[in-house]
Structure formats: structure tokens, C-alpha cells
């Protein structure tokens, strides 16, 4: 017989409820008062609803703080509500403006992966694209020529039970764009999400271009014959 796990066996009517506020609010605070992290929207949430930790009257245990996957489909929820047909329009010019940025970044074997990829969009959503290179110079060299302004900053992960730093790249387009560097044996790694623990759901510029066509057939035939985006991007 298979043992309950002790968040099931221990959550009463009122923990349930406490769980599904701290998951609304904390989409809530990560849509409309822009927090990136679902960590530290999850802890603003408790803290807003329950008060400060310490507190003599404080039932609280972060075990029982509601998973990235939790606050990601309430987000979503949220966008739905407030966006509505433009979410969709959205989700199809951020994977154009995605397409053409790979596109010119070849030879660094660009990868698109999170919202884009999964279709998880919303207001305020950025392009994260992965690019593999010995050099990250080249990029960089590679970047000038096309005539990208952009900005770089090493950014401390840990993975693998260590911690590692990376060189990012943010550029501004008609969205943000997010280019993360990694050496070219990393792209045989299966990375997994820290939202869900599943694997990353990573795109080379040809499944991208296929998934245009599945998903977004009308529109993205209509583009590639008059190159226009909705109009709400203007």
C-alpha cells in the first residue's frame, strides 16, 4: 500500500485554503508588481496574508508554500483573464521576432527555451534563447556586426551541486531577449525546470519555424506573405 506523503495526509480544509490564497496572490504580485522569481513571490504572498514569521499565532510551514507549477498555471489564469485574444497574438509575434534572432545566430547553434517555447506567455514575458560557444567573444564580435546594441553580465548559478557562472546577454527588440552562453558539450544535457522538474523544453530555429506552422498556421502564412505583426505590438 502506497504511504500518502505528509502534505496530503497533514492538510486540512484550512491549509487548503490558505494554499490556493498564497498561490493567488503570489501570481498576482508576479503579473501586476512585475516579481520575477517564484520564490520570492511565493514568500511575499505568506508574508502579506500570514504576517511575519515568528509570530506566536503563525500556523505556517514553507513545506506547504504552493509549487512553481501551482503559481505558473494561476499566472497563466491571470493573463487569460486580463490579456484574452492579445495573449495568443502575443505568443505568435514573440516566436517571429524569436525565429529571426536565431536565424541570424547560426553559427552559435541557438536554442529557444521557456515561455516561448511551452506557450506560457504573458504581459511582460521575455525571449530566452541558449547559444553554445568556446568563445563568448565571438558572440559578441558576431553581435556587433549584425549591429545589436546589447548589455552582458555574469550571472552565478548553482547546478550539479556547485555553482557555476554563466555570461548573459540582454538585448531589446520588439521584445527582450535573453541569451544565455553555454559551452558547446552543454548541449547534450538535459536540463529540467525549475518549475515543474520536467526537462527543458529547448527549440533549434527549424522546430521553431514547425511550430509556427502547427500552431499558428493562418497567422504565420499571412506574415510570411505581408511581414506584419498584430497591431497591438504598435
Not at 188 to 217: C, N, V, Y
Request: aromatic share 8%; charged share 30%; proline share 5%.
Amino acid at each position: 500500500m502506497t504511504k500518502p506523503s505528509k502534505s496530503s495526509v497533514f492538510r486540512t480544509p484550512r491549509d487548503q485554503q490558505l494554499r490556493s490564497c498564497i498561490t493567488q496572490e503570489a501570481a498576482r504580485l508576479m503579473y501586476e508588481e512585475g516579481v520575477k522569481e517564484y520564490y520570492v513571490a511565493k514568500r511575499m504572498a505568506s508574508k502579506r496574508l500570514l504576517g511575519h514569521v515568528g509570530q506566536h499565532n503563525l500556523r505556517f510551514r514553507p513545506q506547504d508554500l504552493p509549487s512553481n507549477g501551482e503559481i505558473r498555471d494561476a499566472l497563466l489564469i491571470h493573463a487569460d483573464l486580463v490579456e484574452g485574444k492579445e495573449r495568443t497574438e502575443r505568443l505568435f509575434a514573440m516566436r517571429v521576432v524569436a525565429l529571426r534572432v536565431m536565424r541570424a545566430l547560426l553559427p552559435f547553434h541557438p536554442a529557444i527555451i521557456g515561455s516561448v517555447s511551452t506557450g506560457h506567455v504573458r504581459r511582460g514575458s521575455d525571449i530566452d534563447l541558449h547559444a553554445f560557444t568556446e568563445d563568448p567573444e565571438l558572440l559578441e564580435v558576431h553581435l556587433e556586426e549584425l549591429g545589436w546594441d546589447y548589455e552582458s553580465q555574469e550571472v552565478t548559478i548553482r547546478k550539479h551541486g556547485g555553482f557555476r557562472d554563466y555570461l548573459h546577454y540582454y538585448i531589446e527588440d520588439t521584445f527582450p531577449i535573453e541569451i544565455t552562453v553555454y559551452p558547446p558539450h552543454e548541449r547534450r544535457i538535459q536540463q529540467r525546470s525549475s518549475t515543474d522538474g520536467k526537462p527543458i523544453r529547448r527549440l533549434d530555429a527549424d522546430a521553431l519555424e514547425q511550430l509556427l506552422l502547427s500552431e499558428h498556421t493562418d497567422a504565420w502564412l499571412r506574415y510570411l506573405l505581408t511581414q506584419e505583426f498584430p497591431r497591438f505590438l504598435f
